[in-house]
């Protein structure tokens, strides 16, 4: 939560026993590929959002051995005291590439990439991969949630149910890179110049006398952000009619809000939404806010509209800030190269396993994000090797790495190609600049999931968008496999 604290033993111990053993064995600490993935999407979502990079940065910037962590270190009785005085000068000097926050992206692909000695790189794995998956589970869920909402303002307002400050502030912000309208955490609000929401709990209401009165002090508190939060005796026959009474009093003033309205926290949301609304329109509020809370989440928000509920609001905290049926996003991050020393070049490494999810793919990668030219659609992303080049002015076949046989033609000039990861570190330096801020993040993920059919975006059993291997890479992908495979026999 607080950004002048020192992350660095954010870590898991068996990274700094390796980094140990690294140092012990000089010849050992050789550059290598990392990439960090996720097999599948969370939600069985058809796509995820990519969150978390800034946080990423700041805690590469960071990286710093003090006295107070080395003096932890050696009361461990785990560390010699060279490997201790080598902690001291530790810097992350290597580069790193990711996919930028707020893009649409899918499994398999490397959402970072970290070029680096095998300590530095091995250092970094645990709090890359809490930064990254948290967030990004988080801007996940939180994209069904506002697809759900079908244009209506969702506001995040899960703090009090988090799993701690950090979740509640860095969770926010992923909801509101993801199209939140805003929140109600004010810590988030001020760290990242977001807009923060809010209204009022039951206990103002049982506060005064009556409940009439609590609204009339309300309204005279907040005549342009008057919603009342109806539900605290009786919904319809009390909390609407006395907000209707006070709506009209202040019409009779000469106040005109800019946003005013009620809020629905119990009972059936969709029958007590058409109610409301009757009775709202009959007394001449027409354009008055109708929102909605109580344990929503994007299932239940889906199946109101198709209820006919005439909620406008919704207000998600629980189900939203903790991804609650999938409180996991399941990254991983996976050696897939090392340097010859001799030669300077990469040899690819691969892990296999009997599960076919599990099997990686080697090598130093780039990812290329392709689109239909004429709708502007996303058609498939394609994983390639670092030193593969594309021309859209040339026909590009793609296969499925699985189902071979499955394979498309993309005519020259019909489609766009582009790199989809960028340089964030070189040499250690952070060369991403003029990094946006969190509302233009929201409109970057806007445009991204823009890109996507509707098919891909449907809550349930989506469309999969199609993340291809190149041939080069399928091909060093295979000769891994068989040589590894020859050698189990032999």
Same mark, same amino acid.
């Given at each position: ?8 033993? &954010? ?15 000089? !010849?050992?600490? %050789? ?26 940065? *700041? ?8 006295? *107070? ?30 996919? @930028? ?43 069904? %949630? ?82 009342? /939060?109806?539900?605290?005796? =009786? !919904? ?7 907000? #209707? ?9 000469? #106040? ?15 029958? /007590? ?44 905290? !629980? ?22 020393? *001799?030669?300077?070049?990469?040899? @690819? ?16 990668? %780039? ?32 296969? =499925? @790495? ?19 990861? #960028? ?12 990094? @946006? ?17 509707? *098919?891909?975006?449907? /809550? ?7 993340? =291809?291997?190149?041939?080069? &890479?399928? =091909? ?15």
């Amino acid at each position: 939560m607080d950004t002048k604290r020192n992350l660095t033993l &954010l870590t898991d111990l068996y990274e700094l026993t390796m980094m140990q053993g690294y140092f012990k064995n000089k !010849t050992a600490n %050789v550059n290598v590929v990392f990439d960090a993935f996720y097999r599948r999407n969370p939600d069985g979502n058809g796509f995820s959002i990519s969150c978390g990079l800034e946080q990423v940065i *700041e805690y590469i910037e960071g990286l710093k051995f003090g006295e *107070e962590e080395i003096d932890y270190l050696a009361s461990l009785n785990m560390f010699d005291a060279d490997f201790l005085s080598y902690l001291r000068e530790f810097r992350f000097t290597g580069d790193i590439y990711a996919i @930028p926050e707020g893009q649409v992206m899918f499994p398999r692909e490397p959402v970072v990439k970290v070029k680096a000695p095998i300590m530095q790189a091995q250092l970094i794995e645990t709090a890359v991969l809490n930064i990254i998956n948290h967030q990004s589970l988080i801007a996940t869920k939180a994209a069904r %949630v506002v697809h759900a909402a079908q244009g209506d303002g969702v506001m995040e307002f899960g703090l009090r149910r988090a799993q701690g400050p950090d979740a509640g502030i860095y969770g926010a912000r992923a909801a509101v890179i993801a199209g939140c309208i805003g929140t109600s955490n004010v810590l988030c609000g001020q760290m990242f110049h977001v807009p923060v929401m809010g209204t009022h709990a039951h206990s103002w209401i049982m506060s005064f006398p009556d409940e009439l009165t609590a609204f009339r002090e309300y309204a005279k508190l907040y005549p342009d952000a008057c919603i009342l /939060l109806v539900d605290t005796y =009786d !919904t319809l026959k009390s909390g609407v009619p006395n907000a #209707i009474r006070v709506f009209e009093e202040m019409r009779e003033k000469g #106040i005109h809000s800019k946003r005013y309205g009620i809020r629905l926290d119990s009972g059936d949301l969709a029958y /007590l939404s058409k109610k409301a609304k009757k009775m709202l329109d009959a007394a001449g509020f027409t354009d008055a806010v109708i929102s909605a809370s109580n344990d929503l989440d994007e299932e239940l928000i889906a199946s109101l509209k198709t209820q006919g509920a005439v909620i406008n609001s919704w207000g998600v905290g !629980t189900n939203l800030i903790t991804s609650k049926d999938c409180p996991s996003f399941g990254g991983v991050y996976k050696l897939a190269a090392i340097q010859d020393p *001799e030669t300077g070049n990469y040899i @690819p490494k691969i892990k296999v396993s009997e599960n076919v999810e599990k099997i990686t793919n080697p090598g130093d990668k %780039v990812i290329y994000r392709i689109c239909e030219k004429e709708s502007g659609k996303l058609f498939a992303d394609l994983i390639a090797l670092a030193d593969e080049t594309y021309d859209e002015n040339e026909d590009l076949l793609l296969f =499925d @790495p699985v189902e071979t046989w499955k394979k498309t033609l993309m005519k020259a000039g019909t489609y766009t190609i582009r790199p989809l990861m #960028i340089p964030v570190f070189k040499n250690g330096k952070c060369v991403y600049n003029n990094r @946006p801020t969190v509302m233009e993040l929201q409109q970057i993920c806007r445009e991204s999931m823009d890109t996507l059919w509707e *098919e891909s975006k449907r /809550l349930v059993n989506p469309h999969e968008v199609h993340v =291809d291997l190149s041939r080069p &890479l399928w =091909d060093l992908r295979q000769q891994l496999l068989d040589k590894y495979h020859h050698m189990e026999v032999l």
